[in-house]
């Protein structure tokens, strides 16, 4: 009920000023802004409110506010003490505008980033070392107690990352092979030196491409899987639990993973050595005008088993670099479904990265000592 009265004008609200109404509450507020506007005092008695809650509340502060914008005085009287705290809360809200930020030169905005990157940079070797450092205890105590090798658990997960792996491993390696070919073929023929493909061919597949390129797909395939599983376990709070029982996560779920992965992809990096290789022979074959005797005595003349050998030490570190990240970036998943994801991508790049920069380390050291 609005009383006007010369000057002042009385609010006297009255019944349930709550949710379930409040489509007649805005009605009734809106109708008294006219009124609102030519009184230069407004009492607002709220000894008729029955029953009050926030949006109630709000819509009361409302008219309030309003009169008080315009310049008018504004009493609050009649309030209940069970709802005096509702008001006085609802009161201060939005009373104040939030400071802007001072803002900052670009200079410091680039200091601040490069800052926040070294930081992470740093957290991320945290993690990989306590990763590495949590597994070769864990692989300690299993030579202690060989009998508690999950050999299950180790030989599923030889079949997921090594058996299932290989037809796609064989198929993208031997496409490699042939794309490696023939471009040889394409440019060497200019020069008459259409032998050297073969040495080409051999050369990098077997020292640096055949064991990058499975590296490559492991990380992409099978580290990808790893965060995933390893994160919903976090998720549903399963590794908690094993924790709980007693039992060592990193030597239960973990190990048997990595342990399969060092044994998976130098095998792996052997089969597809192999179909690049073959790869490259229908090339010379069919395009290069070689036959197979050919090709193969002049691979015999060009590759020897150091070659093989370079290529073959790098699989087990790649697939260990793979194996930790993949893991220690499964465990840092919190409880959403975002944060999964963030981390499944994070892995995957973090892995293919560290494989890269790890094989350009091995490039130097096997220069350095002459192999």
Known sequence: MATPSGDVLELRPAGSWTAANVTALEALSGAVSAQLDRSKTVRLDLAGVRELDTIGAWLLEKISRRATSAGHRTEVVGVADNYAGLIEEVRQVNRHNPVPPPALSPVVVKVNDVGRSAVSASEDVTVFLQMLGSLFLALASLLRRPRSLRLTSLVYQLYKVGWQAIP?????????????????????????????????????????????????????????????????????????????????????????????????????????????????????????????????????????????????????????????????????????????????TTSVVKSIFLVIVLDGLFAVFFASIGM
């Open 168 to 344: 796609i491993v064989v198929l993208i390696t031997f496409l490699i092979g042939a794309i490696i070919a023939q471009q040889g073929f394409f440019h060497f023929r200019k020069f008459g030196a259409d032998s050297y493909v073969v040495d080409m061919v051999g050369i990098l597949v077997l020292r640096e491409l055949g064991v990058l390129i499975v590296a490559i797909m492991v990380a992409g395939r099978s580290g990808s899987a790893y965060t995933a599983e390893l994160g919903s376990m976090k998720m549903r709070e399963e590794i908690d639990a094993l924790s709980t029982m007693g039992l060592d996560p990193v030597e239960v779920l973990i190990l048997p993973r990595i342990v399969a992965l060092v044994f998976a992809l130098p095998i792996l990096s052997f089969i597809g050595s192999i179909a690049a290789l073959y790869g490259g022979g229908l090339v010379a074959q069919f395009y290069g005008g070689m036959g197979p005797a050919i090709y193969i005595a002049r691979l015999h003349d060009a590759v020897s088993v150091t070659h093989f050998e370079v290529g073959m030490i790098k699989a087990p570190f790649m697939a260990l670099v793979i194996g930790i990240v993949a893991c220690s970036e499964g465990l840092r998943v919190k409880g959403s479904a975002e944060s999964l994801g963030k981390q499944t």
